[in-house]
């Protein structure tokens, strides 16, 4: 990093449910051994968007480090916008779906090594709705549970878990899909349609093998039934998903109806129920710092079928 010896470091204190005034210390400390001032703001759940941009504008920081979940790094991608600056991600959320897919280091020290590091990569982001979504959003079954989840006391993947059996009876799937892309209407009836810039669901689940985070392309993915074989087949690495079991369209924009409103989460976060979802590739890239033998191609495997 260019000493100009001055970072952000945007803190949601209450993600993950776990006190951040370790990790706080230890990113000062660290960064205090080379010469970096570390400036640090706590989101407030309001307003943080025009704060931070604020605090950038006045301290002019060499890069932005964030210190949550998917929700709050995608708070800062929204930030971003406006700034040509590199973000450095600790992972401090409950599932940490959007780090699961940049392969970041386990421990704290080793993640503010690469979060400060000069290895970055260029991913793309999608836009639903004229939402920004950074990883991973579905219609259905899943963000029926996330519904459930941020209803409950319980956070983690424990909390997905005990929430999933409710759903399971609850739900009124299959639901029927219209979707229109490259020219083309697909009628498909599925328990879940996911739109995937990346790979993996915050719980690790590899749904979309063919996922590249800046391939200028998104996958429709559509989960016909709900196979528990096949759902903790997506746990295991380059497992072959059956076709009778997902489905996968590669496209660049596409217009996804349903004739009921449908649960609907972007990266995590539950959105509403919705009836149509417009989603394109959205101009704005966002520059991640990363590992020095991060290799985007070591996720991907050809294994869904191509629609
Ligand atoms: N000070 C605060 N008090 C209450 N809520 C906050 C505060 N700061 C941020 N938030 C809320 O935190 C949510 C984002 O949390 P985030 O997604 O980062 O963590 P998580 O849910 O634990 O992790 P993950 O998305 O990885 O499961 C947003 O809904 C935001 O409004």
């Given at each position: 990093m260019e000493p100009k010896n001055k970072i952000l470091l945007v803190v949601n204190p209450i993600s993950g449910n776990f006190d951040k005034a370790n990790l706080i210390n230890t990113v000062k400390t660290k960064l205090a051994n080379k010469n970096i001032l570390v400036e640090v703001y706590e989101t407030k759940g309001h307003e943080d968007i025009k704060a931070i941009s604020k605090l950038i504008n006045q301290h002019q920081p060499e890069r932005l480090l964030v210190a949550g979940g998917d929700g709050t790094i995608q708070l800062v991608a929204k930030v971003l916008k406006d700034f040509d600056l590199s973000l450095g991600i600790l992972p401090a959320g409950s599932a940490n779906g959007f780090a699961i897919n940049l392969n970041l280091p386990d421990n704290l020290n080793d993640q503010i090594e690469v979060a400060t590091g000069e290895t970055t990569f260029t991913i793309d982001t999608l836009e639903l709705n004229g939402e920004m979504c950074l990883h991973i959003s579905d219609l259905g079954i899943n963000a029926e549970l996330i519904r459930l989840y941020e209803h409950s006391n319980i956070r983690g993947k424990f909390g997905y878990f005990l929430q999933s059996f409710p759903t399971l009876f609850k739900s009124n799937y299959p639901y029927k899909f219209t979707i229109e892309a490259k020219g083309h209407k697909y009628v498909k009836k599925g328990v879940l349609l996911a739109i995937a810039n990346?790979?993996?669901?915050?719980?690790?689940?590899?749904?979309?093998?063919?996922?590249?985070?800046?391939?200028?392309k998104f996958e429709i993915l559509i989960f016909k039934r709900l196979s528990i074989f096949q759902i903790l087949k997506t746990?295991?690495?380059n497992s072959q998903l059956n076709s009778n079991f997902v489905e996968a369209i590669s496209v660049e924009e596409a217009t996804i109806t349903c004739k009921n409103p449908v649960a609907f989460q972007i990266d995590g976060e539950f959105i509403g129920k919705r009836k149509k979802v417009v989603v394109k590739v959205s101009d704005q890239k966002l520059r991640v710092a990363v590992s020095?033998?991060?290799?985007?191609?070591?996720?991907?495997?050809?294994?869904s079928e191509k629609i």
């Amino acid at each position: 990093m260019e000493p100009k010896n001055k970072i952000l470091l945007v803190v949601n204190p209450i993600s993950g449910n776990f006190d951040k005034a370790n990790l706080i210390n230890t990113v000062k400390t660290k960064l205090a051994n080379k010469n970096i001032l570390v400036e640090v703001y706590e989101t407030k759940g309001h307003e943080d968007i025009k704060a931070i941009s604020k605090l950038i504008n006045q301290h002019q920081p060499e890069r932005l480090l964030v210190a949550g979940g998917d929700g709050t790094i995608q708070l800062v991608a929204k930030v971003l916008k406006d700034f040509d600056l590199s973000l450095g991600i600790l992972p401090a959320g409950s599932a940490n779906g959007f780090a699961i897919n940049l392969n970041l280091p386990d421990n704290l020290n080793d993640q503010i090594e690469v979060a400060t590091g000069e290895t970055t990569f260029t991913i793309d982001t999608l836009e639903l709705n004229g939402e920004m979504c950074l990883h991973i959003s579905d219609l259905g079954i899943n963000a029926e549970l996330i519904r459930l989840y941020e209803h409950s006391n319980i956070r983690g993947k424990f909390g997905y878990f005990l929430q999933s059996f409710p759903t399971l009876f609850k739900s009124n799937y299959p639901y029927k899909f219209t979707i229109e892309a490259k020219g083309h209407k697909y009628v498909k009836k599925g328990v879940l349609l996911a739109i995937a810039n990346a790979n993996k669901f915050g719980t690790g689940a590899n749904i979309n093998p063919n996922g590249k985070l800046d391939d200028g392309k998104f996958e429709i993915l559509i989960f016909k039934r709900l196979s528990i074989f096949q759902i903790l087949k997506t746990l295991i690495k380059n497992s072959q998903l059956n076709s009778n079991f997902v489905e996968a369209i590669s496209v660049e924009e596409a217009t996804i109806t349903c004739k009921n409103p449908v649960a609907f989460q972007i990266d995590g976060e539950f959105i509403g129920k919705r009836k149509k979802v417009v989603v394109k590739v959205s101009d704005q890239k966002l520059r991640v710092a990363v590992s020095k033998n991060f290799n985007p191609a070591l996720n991907r495997n050809n294994n869904s079928e191509k629609i």
